[in-house]
Each structure stands twice: as C-alpha cells, then as structure tokens.
C-alpha cells in the first residue's frame, strides 16, 4: 500500500483556498492509501517569530484538521517539531544537495526580485533557513518514505525538488531513498481570494472557515465586485462570487447562479448571501467539533504525541540506513 504525506505550515487561520487546494484532497485520497498528516511548525519559523504564536497556530491547525474529517486514531497526525529525525536528516540530506538547486527556489528568488527591485543587496531580509526550507521540506517527505504528496500548485516545486534532492543523496549513496510524487488536484489548482488575487494569508484576502458567522460574513461581503446592476449579464468565468460558489454548492444551484449571471437577473449581492448560506451550512458541524476540539490541548497533546510516535516507527529503519550510509553506522 502506497504512503502518502501532507504537511501544513501553520502560520494563520485556516482558509477555503487550504480547504479546497489540499485539506480536502488530502482527506479523500487517504481514504485510499495509508496517510500521514504533519503540522509544520519548524517550516513556520521563516515568518512567525514567537513561539507561543507557533504553539497556538499548531493546536488550532491541529483541531482543524481532525473537526474537517481526520481521524487521529486511524491516521497518524503530528508536530513536526515532535520527530527531531526529520531535523537531522535534512542536515544530512543538505550536505549532498547542490547549492544551485536552492537558488532556483520560487520563494527564495522572489525574495531576491524584491531586494532588486529596492536597489537592496540580492540577500537582504533573507534567512539563511528560507534558503534552506526546501531540505527541510524533503526530510519531512523523506524521513518516512512517502510515495505520493499531495499539495496545492504552489508546493509542487517544492515536491520536485524534494524528488531532486532524494536523486542526489541515492546517486552518491546507493538507492535508499524513495522518489516521491507530487498530487495536484487540477480543479482546485488556484482558488480566488476576496480582492481576485490567488486566495492567500499573506495577501490578507482570505475566507475563513471555522471561524464565527460574523468574520465569515464580512469576508464573503467584503469580495470584490465591479458596480454591473443585478440586470446586466456578467461573465460567469471570471467572476470571484460565481468562481468560489462553483466549489462549494451543489451542480445544479451552480447552474441557476451561471445562468443568472450570462443572462442578467443574479445581483452580487444575493449571490454573496447565496455563498455565505451553502458556506455556513457546509461547515456547521465541523465548526462545533472544532470549539469542542480547541478548548482541550491535552487530548489534542495525546494525540499528536501517539502520531508522532508512528512516524517515527515508519522513519527510524530509513534513517538507520542513511546514517549507516553517511557515516558508516546505524
Ligand atoms: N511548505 C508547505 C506549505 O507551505 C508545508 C510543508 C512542509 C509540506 N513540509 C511539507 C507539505 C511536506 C507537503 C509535504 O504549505
């Protein structure tokens, strides 16, 4: 049976874009395949600085992932920063990684982009661990031999990469690594936030989905829309309210929201009351389960602690491999 592995950096509440670009496929495709899911919290330190921000950050996603539909006591999930072996073989991993790969890195060179753009040196701002995110990202993957990861488009290079850096390490040292493969739903590959951009935290257009009615309301009224009259037609294919809605409704309320647009008569504003009602109703239950879930840290600590020692059981014989491999003992 094939392994797959997801990982969630936890850097803010979770949206619809991480529900419909990854927490949902990677539900379903674990209802196929054995599965483990990983809170990043060592990848957050890029951007979150204090810990006890991290801390919160991973409980909440923690209660989010299990109110959405994982089960913690078939599926293991865990705190990254609870399988230090993932630390110490990224380190090892580093050491036959060339340097030039990291400099091809989507979020490193953006980084750099900026800092020319601002007449500033190439690596100004820039951690030496942004640089290196992306070994860390495939000693989680590699640690326990993952086949297939699951992600949205944005990760896809990272899980190349992740293929790359396992490449050179069984190049040097014999085929000890498992290659992995990325999975990308393609009908999900890019979900729209409020302002039309891709729907992001860090561009602060997001739709949150456990949190009260009241932050959901004001986010799907706070979407984006030109001034048409509720009369005039409007193209379904490029409209955020039609975009969002077609995610998450049922195929035939979709149908009469695309035809009221193509032929006039759908306003924006029922079509946002029409998607704040189908959101509301999708994550009711989900929406008690997590208050339930995020008011009691020990049950939430039992369960990542029992996760994490799965993970650890699946990665210690590859580790002793690596290491006997690198430095000539288990
Ligand atoms: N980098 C991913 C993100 O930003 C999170 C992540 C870390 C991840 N390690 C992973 C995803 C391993 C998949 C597999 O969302």
């Known amino acids: 049976m094939k392994l797959a592995l997801t990982g969630y950096k936890p850097t803010g509440a979770p949206h619809l874009g991480n529900y419909l670009g990854m ?3 990677a539900l379903e495709l674990a209802e196929r395949h054995e599965a483990l899911y990983f809170i990043a919290d060592y990848h957050a330190l890029t951007t ?3 810990g006890r921000e991290v801390n919160d950050l991973t409980y909440q996603a923690a209660a989010t992932w299990i109110a959405l539909g994982l089960d913690p006591e078939k599926k293991a999930l865990y705190r990254q920063s609870d399988v230090p072996e993932v630390c110490e073989l990224a380190w090892i991993l580093a050491c036959s990684t060339p340097k ?10 953006a980084a750099v982009d900026t800092n020319h753009l601002r007449g500033r040196d190439a690596d100004a701002g820039v ?10 990202m495939a000693a989680d993957i590699l640690l326990p031999g993952a086949d297939i990861v699951p992600v949205g488009l944005d990760q896809q290079q990272h899980v190349e990469f992740a293929r790359d850096i396992a490449g050179h390490f069984n ?8 290659i992995p493969e990325p999975l990308i739903d393609e009908r999900v590959a890019t979900i729209p936030g409020i302002d039309g951009r891709k729907m992001s935290k860090s561009y602060n257009n997001v739709i949150p989905i456990l949190a009260s009615f009241e932050q959901l309301r004001k986010s799907v009224m706070g979407i984006v829309t030109d001034s048409r009259r509720p009369e005039e037609s409007k193209d379904p294919g490029t409209d955020v309210i039609f975009q969002l809605y077609s995610h998450v409704a049922p195929d035939g309320a979709v149908d009469e929201m695309r035809a009221g647009f193509e032929h006039g008569g759908m306003g924006y504003a029922r079509a946002k009351e029409e998607l704040f009602a189908v959101l509301v109703e999708m994550f009711a239950g989900q ?42 003992r288990r």
Do not use: C, M, Q, W
Not at 131 to 136: F, G, I, K, R, T
Not at 171 to 178: D, R
Not at 298 to 313: P, T
């Open 287 to 328: 929406r008690e389960r997590y208050r339930d879930l995020i008011a009691d840290r020990a049950e939430l600590d039992r369960l990542l602690f029992a996760g994490a020692e799965r993970a650890r059981a699946r990665g210690e014989p590859i580790l002793a491999r690596v290491r006997e491999a690198v430095v000539g």
């Open 100 to 109: 030039g790969l990291l400099n091809r890195a989507h979020a490193y060179k």
């Open 127 to 136: 951690s030496a661990g942004l640089y290196y995110y992306p070994v860390l």
């Open 171 to 178: 190049s040097v040292y014999g085929p000890i690594l498992t």
């Open 48 to 50: 979150v600085t204090r």
């Open 23 to 25: 927490i949902r496929p």
